[in-house]
């Protein structure tokens, strides 16, 4: 259902503070300093040359490899020191939530990055033994997303050289919401908590903030603290995002501001963004990026253009057919020009419509945004324009089955459920998406509407013998006993009208025919026994 990118490359750097004037307009002088060539901002033009990916090399597998979760790796010098997610063996408490008592902290080194040695440390007993890795135990939410940096900052206190943030919201995870914490190491083994109250404290506005791995770090370019962390809200609705915050002290930390990164649709977890060492003025971040299901399928056949559905004359013809009052008009014009004057926005409608009409596979529509941040009041007309998007689509089905028109007029008309919504909130036009799936009936001809009665079609699952004649190739399909089916050949639960009845599975082989008896649909009905050659 979901598709994950690991590699993505945000530059979140701060160019602009190391701007300055030039001779040539628009310019950027670089000084001396090293840059990386990743995109075209510091390019004015290009002859014979072009911007080419290094290419990766294929190792083996370690023989010792790291594992964990939201591992952190630091290069001290000429050692690599990992820190990740242990979990203990010994705890037999609850284990279906973040942050609960069993899990550690764990430490490992490596001289190359590639292999990696476990030393037993003994710092704490976990599983009844001291023999281990582990650098912080018996502090939940801490080791759930434990993140550690090599402070660089100038003149830092030697026993504060390692620091690191850590903490859990504690929504529905048994634990309080409070927010990150800080941690300090001398060495990087021995950790001590600095802080009794969170420096970067959680608010309930901030749904799922640092439900993930939330990174810090000296910034050389700043001259701050910079802690980069998981939050939820972004201009294309609630998705996976990172927002970050600034200090001079790691103690006071500013209001948060939204990075706004994503791409509609796009979940980013675990930025890990850090200074790259050669050009620390530059941050690197490689979130793991998880689309939303089918989105290279909307990009694919994105054309640029405003979706038909959004257009100005199908917006008119959509609401009448179905049944929306005139009232209706102003509101989803409104929103389809919003829609359409906004590329993200555009791309973001087009492909929710897929999802709804292309993809019967998609179930999760009681997640999508409320668009209230893009939208404001306007926000849930676009769900109501999503719907009466369904007319031509049911007008094009109901051609193929030969449907009456009064019909097809009964089933596309919404107008009942638009008002439903409306008398729910205020006036207000538009529709709860979280019951856009049974359109979808509609359209694949499955459900219909004659006056107040819905009527739906389901696969029969009986279970069904077929018989082909060998010399004609003429076949008999024969339902189990018991099945019933009217004169147009549909399943029913009660009798059929008719005295033809229907072929019941069971059977007798004779030598060469199989014989049958039929149902008996009406006490009048005449019993004849059929027989089908055997060839």
Request: charged share 20%; aromatic share 10%; net charge neutral.
């Amino acid at each position: 259902m979901r598709e994950a990118l690991i590699g993505l490359i945000l530059l979140a750097g701060v160019r602009s503070m190391a701007a300055a004037e030039s001779g040539v307009e628009g310019a950027i002088n670089i000084g001396s300093r090293l840059e990386l060539f990743v995109d075209r901002q510091l390019i004015d033009r290009m002859e014979q040359v072009e911007l080419r990916l290094h290419e990766p090399q294929k190792l083996p597998l370690p023989v010792s490899p790291l594992r964990g979760d939201y591992a952190t790796v630091i290069k001290d010098g000429d050692l690599y020191r990992a820190y990740y997610r242990g979990n203990d063996p010994g705890y037999k408490g609850k284990r279906d939530y973040c942050g609960h008592p069993g899990e550690t902290t764990c430490y490992a080194e490596s001289r190359d990055g590639h292999e990696w040695t476990f030393p037993s440390l003994g710092l704490f007993e976990v599983n009844g033994s001291r023999e281990n890795n582990v650098v912080l135990a018996g502090q939940p939410p801490f080791s759930h997303n434990f993140s550690p940096f090599l402070d660089t900052r100038p003149g830092v206190a030697m026993s504060e050289r390692f620091k690191a943030l850590a903490g859990h919201p504690g929504y529905d995870r048994q634990n309080q919401a409070d927010g990150l914490h800080s941690f300090a190491s001398a060495g990087g083994i021995r950790w001590r908590k600095t802080s009794e109250e969170p420096v970067i404290p959680y608010r309930p506005s901030w749904p799922h903030a640092f439900d993930s791995q939330n990174v810090s770090f000296w910034s050389e370019a700043e001259r701050l603290y910079v802690c980069y962390f998981r939050t939820w809200l972004s201009r294309h609705g609630a998705l996976r995002t990172i927002s970050r915050a600034t200090s001079p002290d790691f103690v006071h930390w500013s209001e948060p501001v939204a990075m706004e990164p994503n791409l509609p649709g796009e979940h980013l977890y675990t930025s890990q963004t850090h200074p790259y060492f050669r050009a620390p003025h530059l941050y690197i971040a490689l979130p793991t990026e998880i689309l939303a299901p089918h989105w290279p399928e909307t990009l694919a056949a994105d054309d640029g253009c405003v979706p038909e559905f959004l257009t100005p004359p199908a917006v008119t013809r959509n609401r009448r057919d179905s049944g929306l009052p005139e009232e209706a008009e102003a509101p989803l014009q409104e929103t389809a020009r919003h829609i359409a004057a906004s590329p993200a926005l555009q791309l973001l409608a087009r492909h929710c419509y897929h999802l709804l009409y292309n993809h019967s596979d998609y179930k999760a529509f009681g997640q999508w945004p409320d668009f209230k941040t893009s939208l404001g009041e306007l926000g849930e007309v676009f769900y109501l324009l999503l719907l009466q998007a369904a007319a031509p689509l049911i007008r094009r089905t109901h051609a193929k089955l030969n449907i009456p028109e009064a019909i097809t007029q009964a089933t596309s008309n919404y107008r009942n459920a638009a008002e439903k919504f409306q008398s729910k909130n205020n006036g207000r036009w538009g529709f709860d998406r979280g019951i856009l799936s049974w359109i979808r009936y509609h359209v694949a001809g499955k459900l219909f509407r004659i006056g107040r009665m819905e009527y739906k079609l389901e696969p029969f699952n009986g279970r069904v013998e077929a018989y082909r004649h060998k010399q004609t190739g003429s076949t008999l399909a024969l339902a189990a006993d018991g099945a019933c089916f009217d004169e147009h050949g549909y399943a029913c639960n009660g009798k059929p009208s008719d005295s033809s009845g229907a072929l019941p599975r069971t059977c007798r082989l004779g030598l060469d025919a199989l014989l049958f008896a039929p149902h008996i649909v009406v006490e009048n009905a005449v019993k004849r026994a059929v027989v089908l050659g055997a060839a």
